[in-house]
């Protein structure tokens, strides 16, 4: 499974940015999501899709971020509105594999800057 993360870069404060993450391979995928690490920082969930369309946000990106799927795809987008400069961090798209028999597996992408500006 491989992951190709896209979307990252500079804006200011109050702009928008959309992130997108790719799967390929052939093994079912269960939950999709993203997470971010600041320099220094724990890597944090910022938004997760389950494979029945549940959503989860982290409480500081509640009302501002949308995370979303397509099943056929199997791409995962987050849109980000109304950016502050501490969601300035590395962000990192994760997902999670299905194989029968197997338990589930974690796979995570090269991660992607967003450096939001005052």
């Known amino acids: 499974v491989e992951l190709a993360e896209s979307g990252g870069g500079l804006v200011r404060a109050g702009g928008s940015l959309t992130l997108s993450c790719v799967a390929s391979?052939?093994?079912?995928?269960?939950?999709m999501g993203w997470y971010r690490q600041a320099p220094g920082d724990q890597r944090q969930l910022v938004a997760v899709v389950s494979s029945g369309g549940s959503k989860h946000y982290a409480d500081s990106v509640k009302g501002r971020f949308t995370i979303s799927r397509d099943y056929a795809k199997n791409t995962v987008q987050l849109q980000m509105n109304n950016l502050k400069p501490e969601d300035t961090s590395v962000y990192f798209c994760?997902?999670?594999?299905?194989?029968?028999?197997?338990?589930?597996?974690?796979?995570w992408g090269q991660g992607t800057q967003v450096t939001v500006s005052l």
């Open positions: 391979g052939d093994r079912r995928v269960g939950t």
């Open positions: 994760k997902i999670t594999t299905i194989q029968l028999g197997r338990p589930p597996s974690d796979h």
